[in-house]
C-alpha cells in the first residue's frame, strides 16, 4: 500500500514536497500525473539502487529521492509552472507487480 501526501495551491515559481511512504522496499519508486483531458504521464522515477529518470518537462525543476529505510519516495518541485497543475499519483513496482497510491492534487495558480 502506498500513502501519498504533500500536494497543494502555489503560485507559478513556487515550491512543493510530495511524499509517498510504501508498507514495504519496492525495487522501483515513482511519480506519474495527470491533468484533466490528458493521460496520465511518468513524471520521475527512482530504483533502489539510486537510478533515476525524468519526464523531459521537468528536468532540472524536480527531483525525486528516496529513503529506502522508510521506504519512502520523495518529489521536490520546484518552479513550478501552471501547466504542472495535476493530480500526481505515487507508484510503486516490484517485478510484475505495480502498485498505486491515491492521488494528490497540485494546482499551480498564473
Known amino acids: 500500500q502506498l500513502q501519498a501526501s504533500g500536494g497543494g495551491l502555489v503560485q507559478a515559481g513556487g515550491s512543493l514536497r510530495l511524499s509517498c511512504a510504501a508498507s514495504?522496499?519496492?525495487?522501483?519508486m515513482g511519480w506519474y500525473r495527470q491533468a484533466p483531458g490528458k493521460q496520465r504521464e511518468l513524471v520521475a522515477l527512482i530504483l533502489r539502487s539510486g537510478t533515476t529518470n525524468y519526464a523531459n518537462s521537468v528536468k532540472g525543476r524536480f527531483t525525486i529521492s528516496r529513503d529506502n529505510a522508510k521506504s519512502t519516495v520523495y518529489l521536490q518541485m520546484n518552479s513550478l509552472k501552471p501547466e504542472d497543475t495535476a493530480v500526481y499519483y505515487c507508484n510503486a513496482f516490484e517485478g510484475i507487480a505495480a502498485y498505486w497510491g491515491q492521488g494528490t492534487l497540485v494546482t499551480v495558480s498564473s
Open positions: 514495504r522496499s519496492l525495487s522501483g
